[in-house]
């Protein structure tokens, strides 16, 4: 199966339009979120909406409350809506009732124990993504360009084994990483950046070439 890879906290047009254009699966816009790519629903609705039909299109949310969500789902109008937070699996069939949008749970993974949660989630989210553990007294959550042990996935519960890899992914070690984890794919965001938030064309299609090619 060809992997899949989704581009992360997208920010510019010009960004949108080169991860379309070199094929990524998926598209991450973080929504009212603490992180240096935050984008308002506004912003968002409005980036968004050239990959419209074309490449889905995942808001990235993070303890997000309800109007927020539905402010998400009426003028962004996601394929995905992405929680990224400390939302319970009681929480996420919440959302995914009265949305009606598919769901992805991230989970922080340093340790094995730390995959433990996302058995709960089972049957509620379409899949999820294990990303890297944010630094001690930092509650950003994800985008730090880290990555941890993927030796450990190993150990992922059946029911939560449909997973994208997260962390610290580069067009140099994205094979690798691939390989390593058995992850059906890579979300990237910092990897294929030349600044926080702003994209680099040339690495995304390396990405791409170095995730579909080894």
């Keep these: 199966m060809t992997p899949c890879v989704k581009i992360c906290g997208l920010t510019r047009p010009e960004d949108v339009a080169a991860a379309i254009g070199a094929g990524a699966d998926y598209l991450g816009f973080i929504v009212e979120a603490k992180s240096p790519r935050r984008l308002s629903v506004a912003a968002v609705a409005k980036l968004s909406l050239p990959a419209k039909g074309i490449t889905p299109r995942v808001a990235v949310t993070v303890n997000a409350d309800d109007k927020t969500l539905s402010d998400i789902a009426a003028r962004m109008q996601p394929d995905f809506i992405q929680l990224h937070g400390d939302e319970s699996p009681a929480r996420a069939a919440q959302i995914k009732t009265a949305y009606g949008i598919p769901l992805i749970r991230a ?28 630094p001690s007294g930092d509650n950003q959550r994800g985008g ?33 990483a691939l390989r390593q984890s ?29 995730a579909r090619h080894g």
Aim: hydrophobic share 50%; no cysteine.
């Design 107 to 134: 989970l922080p993974v340093a340790e094995i124990a730390d995959l433990t949660p996302a058995a709960g989630f089972a049957g509620i989210v379409d899949f999820f993504i294990y990303d890297a553990k944010a």
């Design 144 to 176: 730090h360009g880290l990555a941890f042990d993927w030796n450990i996935l190993g150990r992922v519960p059946t029911s939560a084994s449909r997973y994208l890899l997260a962390g610290g992914i580069t067009p140099d070690n994205a094979a690798n």
């Design 182 to 210: 058995a992850a059906f794919g890579l979300d990237v965001s910092s990897g294929v950046e030349r600044a926080k938030g702003v994209k680099d064309t040339d690495k995304i299609t390396e990405l791409m070439k170095a």
